[in-house]
């Protein structure tokens, strides 16, 4: 018998840390209840993308998209929805936050969020059960490694990359093809080995987890396509033991594939060989660098070697490794099974295929999407993202995490690729993008990432070891209001000598931060140099609240927030600040009522 | 399941394939909407959807969206359902069994004739939408 409708629960960690496991277990059991187990199919899928309203929950086939579910709704959901077939108007998307609910969204298809996206990558993410191999093959699954196996030679494949244009999602764009031929045409071992970096480490960032946690095949489907290609018969996926349920899924995943002979010894009766092992890191940033990253699997301390020889060669233990980003692998199967042509129909002249961008900070919509290169940044903040929450004003996004550097503004209409982003001081990156708007500090936040790329520095070379701290000492002393107008040259001078000099990408990039606030923003360094002020109101050590006597109406109300009795005064009375107890938490200044308190 | 060989695995995907595709939105324009209030069920609705659900799969359409809704507001005459197809004027029948879905199906869904014999009444016109 089949079924007649389908609850599809999203299962990815964002949701399931707001109880989207309970939801599923108390709709199951509703179900149950109502005996409908053999009409009615609960599903725990990958993430749907919309975080920000999340726990998402869909009824197919009326394409309903509930939003911001809690496990208590699942009795309303299941009596009203599945049986009565009346909609649950409580739990629909409602975009403008309208008190009537008059402009409620029921489908995903037009949800503004949805509508500028291309899913290429996230193809089954929130459709399929992660945990069920067949769903997986029903959406075409292990169709391209089939095709690759038994109608194509490794050329075959290395020429469809090539057309296709795919470039590495890890960060730096390098042509995926380039690197599978150079592994496959090397001479110096008959052993060789495909890796799968995915070991995310950017603050805001979660593209490869949520592609891991709901399509975990398609990523070893990919790395098998590649063992086929280079002729390896050994793949590792290296991931970080903080992420639990990708790793999981991953295991459920392997464990289905080898059962079925998609994986293993002689898969699909045919003679290659090609077998998968988990890796788990201790989650330190450096080992997403890839000779970190090697250095790390075969069990020594997680730190670079100087390239060349490049891994595509000199890899793990020394034999000709491939090694791929999670992103880039999930695109493989489409390329093969589309087209190498169909691929590069998407994107820019360089830049081919799709992005996932982690979109994080001062927006709207936070959450995973995924949009064709060649989008602009403005389109993802205000058609996708929804713009800036509380009606404040748009001031930089970052990309590229600690890598990265800031997008103004000014370019918010630059069509996103590999080569603009590198123009405009930033880099592609993994795809963490953090939106921002007036009440953040640019040198608040270039401290921040150094004083995460300090802290995840592994030593070896000094030039990152030195330079960071040395970078981090100046950003904090100009923060506290001992900066001088000679810490400007110095910060850009060390920063030249981390580029130039630093031994992997985590120190040749870890300034980068500094240097695009720099560029962009050097009037607000200027103001915490010269003025000893910060505009933001972030730096607390340049901040004074005072209350102004002729506006104060003394209702007391600051007193009564101050978490450190700062604010003394008498009922009616103008109220003061005693500036040596205030600790600046600014708890008075949003309280007051009478825009008596100011900061500065 | 054991390890699987090339047809195996091809004909596995077929198989799935259909299931999966039911619970896909695009690329459908029929609608069969079908009844479930209280009386629709006391009346045999749950026999008639089942049936449609079979007869569809039967009939392999892949077109069709199945929904159910509350009750219709003609308790006298249920199982109603209500019939949606491009190009043919939305339909509702009456009093409808597993035999007349079955009926429903081949007939108007496939060779897109009215069962006029069932046919209760076009819907009443939606205020709301004319106004």
Redesign the interface.
Known sequence: ????S?I?VCGGTGCESSHADKIYQNLKNEIEANQLFA?VQVIKTGCFGFCEQGPIVKI????TFYVQVKPEDAKELVEEHI????PVQRLIYNPNEDKNRTSLVT?EKDIQFYQKQFRVVLRNCG??DPEVI??Y???????AL?KVI?DMKPDDVIEELKKSGLRGRGGAGFPTWMKWNFTKNATNSETKYVVCNADEGDPGAYMDRSTLEGDPHSILEAMTIAGFTVGAQKGFIYIRAEYPLAINRLKIAIKQAK????LGENI??SDFSFDIEIRLGAGAFVCGEETALLASIEGKRGMPIPRPPFPATHGLWKKPTVINNVETYANIPMVILKGGDWFSSIGTESSKGTKVFALTGKIKNSGLIEVPMGITLREIIYDIGGGIPGGRKFKAAQSGGPSGGVITEEFLDTPIDYENLAKLGSIMGSGGLIVMDEDDCMLDIAKFYLDFTVDESCGKCAPCRIGGKQLYGILDGISKGNGEIEDIQKLKDISLAMQRASLCGLGQTAPNPVASTLRYFEKEYMEHIVDKKCSAGVCKDLLQFVIHKDKCVGCTVCARKCPVNAISGERKQPHEIDQSACIKCGACYDACKFQAITRG | MGRLTLEELRKLRENKKAEIQKRETDNKDIDVIVGMGTCGIAAGAKEALDAFIAEIDNHNLKNVRIKQTGCMGFCTYEPTVEVKVPDMPDTIYNKVSADVAKLIVEKHLVQKQLVSEYVFDRPSVDILKNK
């Open positions: 018998m089949a079924y007649r389908y599809l009409q197919l086939p009326e394409n049986v009565k077939g009346r489908e459709m399929i067949e769903e093959i029903a959406r075409d699954g292990y169709a089939e038994f059962e079925m002979g998609l699909l009766g």
